[in-house]
């Protein structure tokens, strides 16, 4: 049962300590150490200057083309990815197939975004491997046909683990935002050197917007967690979501923002064209990005509000943007007419 | 040779399974194995998958999903049904399993909220959830209706309630999801899978406003031999309990089973692809109609 109150999950604007991987440069504690000493009037300088920052890479996309594997291969680069790393370490890339349907392509991840994926990690040495776990549906292989993905995979020979069904290994809570004790992951989630998190950008009728944090649900498996994956809802949908991210540091974000999802997302929305890719290594400043670009207050979105400087920085001055500018592009998403949803407009 | 000789000679030689080859043994596609090698009269391998069944079954009667898990035991039911397939061959196996799991399904309960007008169904109705402790949802709740039938439990206040709340989530063209009609106003879509499982669990059930045949219709107009093999499986095994089995039924099964897929669908696809095959001498089947 899904009953959300965002209302209840105000974003903690006090909090500044990043957590879980994110590390201070030696400069940033060096003058945060010395503000800090100047004392208590001099805090927001401290916040501003100690907080975390990231890049977000913006690349336009006419379509699901063949021009994709070259956007991918320099926004990835671009945004920071150190890829002479990859060499011989295991990738998982994992789109969205939440309730694939032939008929609503703009409801999951394109095929192509994921085949180019592949073909730019593993000319990088990487061992690819592609992993969902529909939230909706048991039939895992009709997910797979009804988003088109069972040929391509099967053509480029790139393995599909099955995430709902995947063996699980047990992970203690370590972000502590819902009141579960841990998560049990799939063992190919927890023994990957680099998980790739591809989501359809949506608009989501519960939180607003969901995109490369959320698509993060789709990692936990649906034989311990049900379909839907109500023990989720049950524990907090923003907490979770932070939880789960924090859970899994090892993750990047390719968003595939080129044919989208407006209105009643994430299942029953209305195709909307935006024609772009986002993409970065921290998954906070590229959902605040993909927010920009929908015309969302970032901070109204109750995960994004929970991790803004804990899990990664949402706030535009602390992301550096690469690639194209964000403000052409912006185009004002159609949200659901609700009470949780009013904040969601920027002031 | 038939086509099914290769599938149940698999099943056969590994009938405790996982839901991927080389994976770790769990509930489901072992209940599954095990009710399908009965149907095929192979007592000797359909016991071992019991037998494991058996020795995972906790203290409480419930059943867990996985070797080694203690949690969550959505899979009791299925155990059940698997313990119940061998009654054919030997009435007094497993009796004192049965008795435990279904004295742990009754006692088991979703958990209900008030009216809300956020979702299209009743939310004060309770059957079973995935996981204890939240809602209830169209196939754990499906498989304990089957298993409490199995168990004599037809008329039981819990069946009843729980057959309630299956009608109740079935959308109004017919079909159903994993268990929404309605989310903030706006009808949902249905899938064939949950729509098979659901319509044999409600087999058998007063129609008066149709809306079970609408779902057997809603079967009838989306299998084909393009369905992939889960929801193949499901939809025929649903449609047969209704006496709707589609002429074509078994060349599709044929076809399905000589289709190559890259989709590791493990044993349990075999399972339920010889499950499908059975028009009759199957507990899923015949269970409703009794």
């Known amino acids: 049962m899904n009953k959300p109150d965002p209302l209840d999950h105000v974003p903690d604007s006090s909090a500044s300590e990043p957590r879980c991987g994110l590390k201070l440069t030696r400069r940033s504690v060096l003058l945060g150490g010395s503000l800090a000493a100047a004392g208590l009037a001099a805090y927001p300088v401290y916040r501003e200057?100690?907080?975390?920052?990231?890049?977000?890479?913006?690349?336009?996309?006419?379509?699901?083309?063949?021009?994709?594997?070259?956007?991918?291969?320099?926004?990835?680069?671009?945004?920071?990815?150190?890829?002479?790393?990859?060499?011989?370490?295991?990738?998982?890339?994992?789109?969205?197939?939440?309730?694939?349907?032939?008929?609503?392509?703009?409801?999951?991840?394109?095929?192509?975004?994921?085949?180019?994926?592949?073909?730019?990690?593993?000319?990088?040495?990487?061992?690819?491997?592609?992993?969902?776990?529909?939230?909706?549906?048991?039939?895992?292989?009709?997910a797979l046909v009804e988003g088109?993905?069972?040929?391509?995979?099967?053509?480029?020979?790139?393995?599909?683990?099955?995430?709902?069904?995947?063996?699980?290994?047990?992970?203690?809570?370590?972000?502590?935002?819902?009141?579960?004790?841990?998560?049990?992951?799939?063992?190919?989630?927890?023994?990957?050197?680099?998980?790739?998190?591809?989501?359809?950008?949506?608009?989501?009728?519960?939180?607003?917007?969901?995109?490369?944090?959320?698509?993060?649900?789709g990692?936990?498996?649906?034989?311990?967690?049900g379909w839907p994956k109500n023990v989720l809802h049950y524990a907090g949908i923003p907490e979770t979501v932070f939880d789960i991210?924090?859970?899994?540091?090892?993750?990047?974000?390719i968003v595939d923002a080129i044919e989208c999802m407006e209105g009643d997302g994430p299942i029953m929305g209305t195709p909307r064209k935006l024609g772009l890719v986002i993409i970065g290594t921290n998954l906070p400043a590229v959902d605040a990005t993909a927010c920009r670009l929908m015309e969302v207050d970032a901070r109204q979105v109750p995960y994004l509000g929970l991790a803004a400087d804990r899990l990664g920085p949402i706030s535009e001055r602390r992301i550096e943007q690469r690639g194209e500018n964000w403000r052409p592009l912006a185009q004002r998403f159609e949200i659901i007419d609700a009470p949780h949803l009013r904040d969601l407009r920027p002031a | 040779m038939a086509w099914w000789d290769r599938p149940l000679q698999e099943l056969a030689?590994?009938?405790?399974?996982?839901?991927?080859?080389?994976?770790?043994?769990?509930?489901?596609?072992?209940?599954?194995?095990?009710?399908?090698?009965?149907?095929?009269?192979?007592?000797?391998?359909?016991?071992?998958?019991?037998?494991?069944?058996?020795?995972?079954?906790?203290?409480?009667?419930?059943?867990?999903?996985?070797?080694?898990?203690?949690?969550?035991?959505?899979?009791?039911?299925?155990?059940?049904?698997?313990?119940?397939?061998?009654?054919?061959?030997?009435?007094?196996?497993?009796?004192?399993?049965?008795?435990?799991?279904?004295?742990?399904?009754?006692?088991?309960?979703?958990?209900?909220?008030?009216?809300s007008g956020i979702t299209g169904h009743d939310?004060?109705?309770?059957?079973?959830?995935?996981?204890?402790?939240?809602h209830a949802w169209v196939e754990p709740t499906a498989m304990a209706v089957l298993a409490l039938k199995s168990c004599g439990y037809a008329k039981h206040a819990r069946t009843r309630e729980a057959v309630r709340l299956l009608v109740d989530r079935l959308l109004p063209e017919g079909g159903c999801n994993y268990g929404n009609t309605t989310v903030l106003g706006r009808m949902l879509r249905p899938h064939v899978q949950p729509t098979g499982l659901a319509v044999l669990a409600l087999a058998g059930e007063p129609d008066a406003k149709g809306a079970i045949a609408r779902s057997a219709d809603y079967l009838s107009r989306n299998v084909s031999g393009e369905t992939t093999a889960q929801s193949l499986a499901?939809?025929?095994?649903?449609?047969?309990?209704?006496?709707?089995?589609?002429?074509?039924?078994?060349?599709?099964?044929?076809?399905?089973?000589?289709?190559?897929?890259?989709?590791?669908?493990?044993?349990?696809?075999?399972?339920?692809?010889?499950?499908?095959?059975?028009?009759n001498d199957c507990l899923l089947i015949n269970l409703p109609r009794k």
């Open chain 1, 49 to 142: 200057i100690v907080a975390p920052r990231a890049a977000a890479f913006l690349a336009k996309a006419s379509g699901y083309d063949a021009s994709l594997t070259r956007i991918l291969h320099d926004g990835l680069i671009a945004a920071g990815l150190q890829v002479e790393s990859l060499h011989g370490k295991s990738v998982l890339l994992k789109p969205n197939l939440v309730e694939p349907l032939r008929s609503a392509p703009h409801m999951t991840t394109n095929p192509a975004m994921v085949v180019a994926a592949a073909e730019v990690f593993r000319s990088w040495g990487a061992r690819v491997t592609v992993g969902e776990g529909p939230g909706h549906v048991r039939d895992t292989e009709m």
């Open chain 1, 148 to 217: 088109g993905m069972l040929e391509p995979l099967s053509h480029e020979e790139l393995e599909f683990i099955d995430l709902n069904y995947d063996d699980v290994v047990w992970r203690e809570n370590r972000g502590r935002q819902s009141g579960l004790d841990g998560f049990f992951l799939p063992r190919a989630v927890a023994e990957a050197d680099l998980i790739v998190s591809m989501p359809k950008l949506k608009t989501h009728h519960w939180m607003g917007v969901t995109a490369s944090m959320k698509n993060l649900y």
């Open chain 1, 219 to 225: 990692i936990l498996p649906g034989v311990q967690y």
């Open chain 1, 245 to 253: 991210n924090a859970a899994v540091p090892n993750t990047i974000a």
């Open chain 2, 13 to 115: 030689s590994e009938p405790c399974c996982g839901y991927r080859h080389g994976s770790s043994i769990a509930a489901e596609p072992t209940s599954m194995a095990a009710i399908a090698l009965s149907s095929r009269s192979n007592w000797e391998s359909a016991r071992r998958a019991a037998d494991w069944l058996a020795s995972h079954q906790a203290a409480d009667g419930s059943v867990a999903v996985r070797e080694g898990a203690s949690w969550p035991v959505w899979t009791t039911p299925l155990a059940v049904l698997a313990w119940q397939s061998l009654a054919s061959h030997d009435k007094t196996l497993y009796r004192s399993n049965v008795e435990r799991a279904s004295r742990w399904i009754l006692q088991a309960r979703s958990e209900s909220a008030p009216e």
């Open chain 2, 123 to 134: 939310t004060r109705l309770t059957a079973w959830p995935w996981v204890v402790g939240t």
């Open chain 2, 234 to 279: 499901w939809a025929l095994i649903g449609l047969t309990a209704h006496g709707r089995r589609p002429a074509e039924a078994d060349q599709w099964l044929h076809d399905m089973s000589t289709r190559q897929s890259p989709f590791d669908g493990g044993q349990l696809r075999n399972a339920v692809l010889l499950l499908a095959a059975q028009e």
